[in-house]
C-alpha cells in the first residue's frame, strides 16, 4: 500500500512537472529575450532529454534497486525546475529543459516498470489508477501558474512551489525498499518472433497520438492569448479545464476499458477528439468553442494510450524491448510536432495550432486502420 501511495504522489508531480511549461510559454520567451517560435525548441530540448532518459533509465531499472533511481530522478527534477526562473539565455534554457527531461523520462519508465514489478497480471487497475494521478497533477499544474501570475505577476514561484513539492518525494524514495525484477520463466526461452510491420505502425500511431496530446497542452494556453479570446489567466483556466477533463476520463475508463474491447474504444476516442476539434475550427473566434473544444478533446484522448497498449497486446506478444520501441515513438511525437507549431504559429498564425491537430489526428485514424487490418503476431 505504501508503495501504491508512493507511485501515485510520484505520478502528481510528474504531472505538475509536464503541465507547467505551456501555461509559462510567453513569460519564458519574455524571460529569454526570444520569439515564441525561438521558445518552442524548449519541446524538443526537453523531449530529447526525455529520450536519453527513458532510454538509460529502463536499463539501469534491470542492473540497479529501482526506488533510488526514482527518488534521485525527482531529485533531479526538483533542482531543475527551482531554476528555471534564474535562467536569462535561451540556450541554456534548452540545456536545463533537456536535463529536466532526462529525469521525466527515468521517473516515467521506473514507476511504469517497478508497478507490474509489484502487482504482476493484477496492474491494470493500479496502472490506471497511476495514470490518473498524472492527470491530477497535470490538471493543478495550470491552476497553480494561474493563481501565482495573479498573486505576484511572476511565474517564478510557479517553479519554485512545484520543485519543493517534488524534492521531499526523491528524499522518501531514496530510502523505501525497491521491489524485486520478477525472475524468467521457462517460456522466457522462447523469443517470439518480431512483426516488423505491426510494430512499425504501433510506433507511428504513438508519434502522432503523443505529439497531438503534447502539442494542445503545451500551445493551448498561447493560441487562447494570441487568438485574442483570454487573458493569461483565463488562457490558464482553459489549460486546466483541457486536464479536468482528460483527468475524469482516465478515472472513468478504468471501469469502462473491462466493458468495451479496445479496437472500439480508440474508435470512440478519435470521434469525440475529431469532433471537438471541428467545433473549434468552425467557431475561430468564439471563447465558448475553445472551452467545448478543449474540455472535449481531453476527454476523448485520455484513454487512447493506455488503450493503444492494450490493443498491441491483443495483437503480438508485448516485450520490454517492443514498449521501449513504443515509448520511442512518443518521444518523436513529443519533440516533432510541438515544435513544427512553434516555427509556423506567430507567421501563419494561431489557427496553425488546430489545423496541424486535425491533420495529425486524422493520420492517426488512418494508421489505426492500417494497424486493426495488419495480421496478428
Known amino acids: 500500500m505504501i508503495i501504491n501511495i508512493t507511485y501515485f504522489i510520484a505520478f502528481v508531480a510528474l504531472g505538475l512537472v509536464g503541465a507547467s511549461l505551456g501555461p509559462t510559454l510567453p513569460s519564458l520567451a519574455a524571460q529569454t529575450a526570444s520569439s515564441l517560435n525561438q521558445i518552442s525548441f524548449l519541446f524538443a530540448g526537453r523531449s530529447f532529454g526525455y529520450l536519453v532518459g527513458s532510454f538509460l533509465g529502463g536499463r539501469l531499472y534491470d542492473r540497479w534497486p529501482g526506488h533510488p533511481l526514482m527518488g534521485a530522478a525527482l531529485i533531479l527534477i526538483a533542482l531543475t525546475m527551482m531554476l528555471v526562473p534564474t535562467i536569462p539565455a535561451l540556450w541554456l534554457m534548452i540545456l536545463l529543459l533537456w536535463v529536466l527531461g532526462i529525469g521525466e523520462g527515468a521517473l516515467d519508465v521506473g514507476g511504469n516498470t517497478l508497478l507490474v514489478w509489484v502487482h504482476g497480471e493484477r496492474v491494470g487497475p493500479f496502472m490506471n489508477g497511476m495514470h490518473f494521478f498524472f492527470g491530477v497533477g497535470s490538471f493543478l499544474a495550470p491552476v497553480l501558474v494561474a493563481q501565482v501570475i495573479l498573486a505576484s505577476g511572476s511565474i517564478a514561484w510557479a517553479y519554485w512551489l512545484i520543485g519543493l513539492v517534488v524534492l521531499p518525494v526523491g528524499f522518501w524514495l531514496l530510502w523505501l525498499e525497491s521491489p524485486s525484477k520478477p525472475g524468467a520463466s521457462a517460456d522466457a526461452l522462447t523469443v517470439p518472433r518480431l512483426n516488423v510491420q505491426l510494430v512499425t505502425l504501433i510506433v507511428i500511431f504513438f508519434v502522432l497520438y503523443v505529439g497531438a496530446e503534447i502539442s494542445y497542452a503545451g500551445w493551448v494556453f498561447s493560441y487562447a492569448v494570441k487568438s485574442g479570446m483570454a487573458t493569461e489567466a483565463t488562457a490558464a483556466y482553459i489549460t486546466s479545464g483541457f486536464w479536468v477533463a482528460f483527468t475524469l476520463a482516465r478515472l472513468l475508463s ?19 477528439a475529431l469532433l471537438s476539434l471541428a467545433i473549434m475550427l468552425i467557431w475561430t473566434d468564439e471563447v465558448w468553442a475553445l472551452w467545448v473544444g478543449s474540455l472535449g478533446f481531453g476527454f476523448s484522448i485520455a484513454s487512447i494510450f493506455p488503450t493503444m497498449i492494450t490493443f498491441a497486446g491483443q495483437r503480438m506478444p508485448v516485450t520490454g524491448k517492443i514498449t521501449g520501441y513504443f515509448f520511442l515513438g512518443a518521444t518523436i511525437g513529443a519533440m516533432v510536432l510541438p515544435w513544427l507549431i512553434g516555427q509556423f504559429f506567430e507567421t501563419i498564425g494561431p489557427q496553425f495550432m488546430m489545423w496541424s491537430l486535425a491533420v495529425d489526428m486524422v493520420l492517426a485514424v488512418v494508421v489505426l486502420g492500417a494497424i486493426a487490418m495488419t495480421k496478428k503476431a
Open 254 to 272: 478504468i471501469p469502462v476499458s473491462g466493458k468495451i474491447k479496445p479496437r472500439y474504444m480508440l474508435a470512440l476516442d478519435f470521434g469525440g
